[in-house]
């Protein structure tokens, strides 16, 4: 089963809107991660928030971590149409650098 | 860096036949890893390496599966005989120990077996 749920599975916003996507997981993790997936693409990695931290910033993307409910949070300031792709969140529940993928969050940004 | 290569990147072949992918890690990096992407499943992992040891081969589906790392620039992904159940988008990533985790994607290979 997957260690990651994302919601929602789909989201559809206008340029300039601010998107956010959710992840929740089960066990315990060192990091979550988050990666983005263009279509017809492999995965590129966004952002890592450690276990400890709560909160991270990345340009336009801010991360939140609450792991006390074992969830995560991505949001997206000011999209742009580019930022159109699906999401996903990732962890990383200890040794061997092996991440845990969820079900993702196809984000579409329309003009 | 060119980036974690993968090859081919489309193939098509006929149910029965062996099928072998393959990858190129980036230069440096010891750890790699073999993902399968469906739309039903996900992206499921398949099996990872460590300096070319294989550590995890738990989500290997079964035995027409098998994947070698014979060193540290080159992976193969091989099925035998193919099933027309493994269509799907083939992704090898690699990563670096102590370096964020962060995992680096290749292209993918899509497979259709007929």
């Known amino acids: 089963s997957q260690q990651g749920e994302e919601d929602p599975q789909a989201l559809s916003i206008q340029e300039g809107e601010n998107a956010t996507m959710n992840c929740s997981y089960k066990?315990?993790?060192?990091?979550l991660q988050w990666y983005r997936q263009n279509s017809g693409r492999g995965l590129v990695h966004l952002i890592l928030?450690?276990?400890?931290?709560r909160e991270k910033h990345s340009g336009r993307l801010r991360v939140t971590l609450d792991t006390s409910k074992k969830s995560s949070s991505l949001l997206i300031t000011a999209s742009r149409a580019a930022d159109t792709a699906s999401y996903f969140c990732?962890?990383?529940?200890?040794?061997?650098?092996?991440?845990?993928f969820g079900t993702g969050t196809q984000l579409k940004v329309e003009l | 860096d060119a980036g974690v290569i993968q090859s081919p990147r489309h193939e098509v072949t006929e149910m029965g036949q062996e099928v072998t992918l393959r990858c190129k890690p980036i230069?440096?990096?010891?750890?790699l890893f073999w993902y399968r992407q469906t739309m039903m499943r996900g992206l499921e992992l398949l099996i990872y390496?460590?300096?070319?040891?294989?550590?995890?081969d738990s989500g290997m589906p079964e035995d027409r599966f098998s994947a070698k790392m014979p060193n540290a620039s080159f992976s193969t992904l091989k099925i035998q005989p193919s099933e027309p159940r493994d269509s799907a988008v083939y992704f090898c990533?690699?990563?670096?120990?102590?370096?964020?985790?962060?995992?680096?994607f290749g292209p993918g290979t899509r497979l259709t077996v007929t």
């Open positions: 990533a690699s990563s670096q120990a102590g370096r964020s985790y962060e995992q680096y």
């Open positions: 066990t315990s993790i060192n990091n």
């Open positions: 928030i450690r276990s400890n931290e």
């Open positions: 990732a962890t990383d529940t200890g040794g061997g650098n092996k991440l845990t």
């Open positions: 230069s440096g990096h010891d750890y």
């Open positions: 390496f460590n300096n070319n040891v294989p550590i995890d």
